[in-house]
């Protein structure tokens, strides 16, 4: 993975509030805001991506509202034309062998359902 993805990812995940627990509202009551309504609203984060891929989620699953995706993706894809690189091939993690994980609302925050994965999950 190229080194300035690494550091963008890094930036990109410590700037981002529903990745560090905080509501992205601006009220200050206790209640935190709902992410999602229905299981569709949620997705799995790609493992792993760069300019020229993705690897598929992989064990620990991350479970993120869709737009958040939607938004990685885009901005990646943004930046990435912005240069002309040579695409180095990404070694994606497998899955273990009868590890299944779906993305799922549950109390209005999306969640990792999974079965069959040894590996811990967020």
Known sequence: M????I??????ACDDPVRQGRSVSSSTTATPERECATDDDCGLMPSQLNCCTECPPSPPFEAVVRPQIDSLLLELETRCSQRSLVCQPLTCEPVPVGCTATARCAAGRCTVAHI???QPVS
Do not use: A, Y
């Not at 550091?7 to 990109?12: H, Q, T």
């Open 2 to 5: 190229q080194p300035w993805l």
């Open 7 to 12: 550091g963008w990812i890094l930036l990109v």
């Open 116 to 118: 069959g994965c040894e």
